[in-house]
T-cell receptor, first 115, second 114 residues
Framework: GAGVSQSPSNKVTEKGKDVELRCDPI?????LYWYRQRLGQGLEFLIY????????KSGLPSDRFSAERTGESVSTLTIQRTQQEDSAVYLC?????????????FGSGTRLTVV | AQSVTQLGSHVSVSEGALVLLRCNYS??????LFWYVQYPNQGLQLLLK??????LVKGINGFEAEFKKSETSFHLTKPSAHMSDAAEYFC????????????FGTGTRLQVTL
């Protein structure tokens, strides 16, 4: 597509429930990233996929968080047993591969509220 | 490891005044540097990026930034602020400019007053 698409745009869930957030990257972008932005704070790196390489999961805050990506297409970020501190905007970005120039394009994010 | 420090979480300027938002970086390799803007309830928009070409980088909306290796800085400037510039600004660094994670600063909220 023309840009990075994220769904849903807003999600309200009860504490303890699982949620899935979806990201559709720009076609042809081999790299995909997830970030979290808590209210009034900067962007916190969560996970990064690059082609068929093992993902960089160094930013995932706990084992309740996981992400998958099928090939070079859609990615889903799953949060199990949600907690109130998980409330944030989850941003996805994509980019071309190493040496391909360009930059990072961000989606509009999913606003997650855990009540 | 790479990091970015943005000095000043809030900056207030008068309309028409110079905008200066500070960013200092730390990187063990030649960095790629970015400024992003986030308007209220919107996603991140790229303002400009430094990718080892010209040290003075011009971006959208009249913004520019100068890469100074000796000072490890990449400050964002605009000669004359406009009310529409009010937003959150983020400086970020990456190792390769693409296909490696961006590390963000904590952001600077710019307020523009009449």
């Amino acid at each position: 597509g023309a840009g990075v698409s994220q769904s849903p745009s807003n999600k309200v869930t009860e504490k303890g429930k699982d949620v899935e957030l979806r990201c559709d990257p720009i076609s042809g972008h081999t790299a995909l990233y997830w970030y979290r932005q808590r209210l009034g704070q900067g962007l916190e790196f969560l996970i990064y996929f690059q082609g068929n390489s093992a993902p960089d999961k160094s930013g995932l805050p706990s084992d309740r968080f996981s992400a998958e990506r099928t090939g070079e297409s859609v990615s889903t970020l799953t949060i199990q047993r949600t907690q109130q501190e998980d409330s944030a905007v989850y941003l996805c970005a994509s980019s071309l591969g190493i040496g391909q120039g360009g930059g990072y394009t961000f989606g509009s994010g999913t606003r997650l509220t855990v009540v | 490891a790479q990091s970015v420090t943005q000095l000043g979480s809030h900056v207030s300027v008068s309309e028409g005044a110079l905008v200066l938002l500070r960013c200092n970086y730390s990187s063990s390799v030649p960095p790629y540097l970015f400024w992003y803007v986030q308007y209220p309830n919107q996603g991140l928009q790229l303002l400009l990026k430094y990718t080892s070409a010209a040290t003075l980088v011009k971006g959208i909306n009249g913004f520019e930034a100068e890469f100074k290796k000796s000072e490890t800085s990449f400050h964002l400037t605009k000669p004359s602020a406009h009310m529409s510039d009010a937003a959150e600004y983020f400086c970020a660094v990456s190792r390769t400019g693409t296909a490696s994670k961006l590390t963000f600063g904590t952001g600077t909220r710019l307020q523009v007053t009449l």
